[in-house]
């Protein structure tokens, strides 16, 4: 059984950075799609940002594109997510995920991921 684990949230002010790292352990994954998503109080489960191993390719939310980036090492089964320019709404409980069956068509679908974290808050505030 997969599980993922993060780690890097915190506390930030508004305009500030933050890493988020996210490994797989418990079985090989070293296939397939690892991604983010995140929720905030009060609101839906919203996607951030994936990445297959497969070329690396990259897919990110609209609210993010430009200040988000996703990376990810296959060898170690991690994927980490560089996160500048935050923002106030940017405030929320971010989630990796993890899937084999994930397309393009599918990456906003939490349905499509098989395997989730625990979460980790990140609090952007001044």
């Known amino acids: 059984q997969v599980q993922l684990l993060e780690s890097g949230g915190g506390e930030v002010q508004p305009g500030g950075s933050l890493t988020l790292s996210c490994v797989a352990s418990g079985g090989t994954f070293r296939n397939g799609a690892m991604g983010w998503f995140r929720q905030a109080p009060g609101k839906e489960r919203e996607f951030v940002a994936v990445v297959w191993r497969n070329a690396g390719n990259t897919y990110y939310g609209d609210s993010v594109k430009g200040r988000f980036t996703i990376s990810r090492n296959s060898a170690k089964n991690t994927v980490h997510l560089q996160m500048n320019s935050l923002k106030p709404e940017d405030t929320a409980v971010y989630s990796c995920?993890?899937?084999?069956?994930?397309?393009?068509?599918?990456?906003?679908?939490?349905?499509?991921?098989?395997?989730w974290g625990q979460g980790t808050q990140v609090t952007v505030s001044s």
């Open positions: 995920a993890a899937g084999m069956g994930v397309i393009l068509s599918s990456v906003r679908l939490a349905a499509a991921y098989n395997y």
